[in-house]
């Protein structure tokens, strides 16, 4: 009885492991707009972030609501420690992330192999509040700091 006991213990701590090692940004975000600190005359209404990740490789598709009512969409694909091509077109081409810790990042945003931006991304430590601090060249093409702060879903 206590080696099978030990045996369903054991299968439960193996086959929960992966879930336990998924990177906390995985999933879908929502800007908290009162949380947020945005550029002057660059405000937001609203904001969705999805991130996914396969070997390695994460992809954030972004959707973001400016007080003009029209939406801006792009999608970044980053790695740790690599860079990657932008598919959209942009004030960015190229995007290179950094991992500092489970829960933080840092990039460098690239225009024709010149640093334009960059970002900290944090997800708090009970995983449900995601800040991300811009400064430089932003996804609308003007340059300055903002902060945007998302719920996860």
């Known amino acids: 009885m206590k080696r099978a006991i030990a045996l369903l ?10 879930a336990f090692a998924a990177d906390p940004i995985v999933g879908t975000w929502k800007l ?25 490789l994460y992809t ?7 007080t003009d009512g029209k939406e801006r969409s792009n999608k970044v694909h980053y790695r740790d420690g690599k860079e990657e091509k932008t598919t959209t ?38 995983g ?3 800040t991300v601090h811009n400064t430089g060249m932003q996804l609308s ?3 300055g700091d903002e902060t945007l702060v998302f719920d996860r879903q």
């Open 32 to 56: 908290n707009v009162a949380k947020s600190k945005f550029m002057h005359g660059a405000e937001l209404t609203a904001g969705t972030r999805m991130y996914s990740e396969k070997n390695g």
């Open 60 to 66: 954030l598709e972004q959707k973001l609501t400016g």
């Open 89 to 126: 077109a942009g004030p960015v081409d190229t995007t290179l992330g950094k991992k500092v810790d489970a829960n933080t990042w840092d990039f460098d945003l690239k225009k024709d192999g010149k640093v334009v931006g960059n970002v900290h991304r944090v997800v708090s430590a009970d």
């Open 141 to 143: 093409g003007a340059t």
């Open 9 to 18: 213990v054991l299968a439960g701590l193996f086959l929960a492991g992966p």
């Open 128 to 130: 449900k509040m995601l």
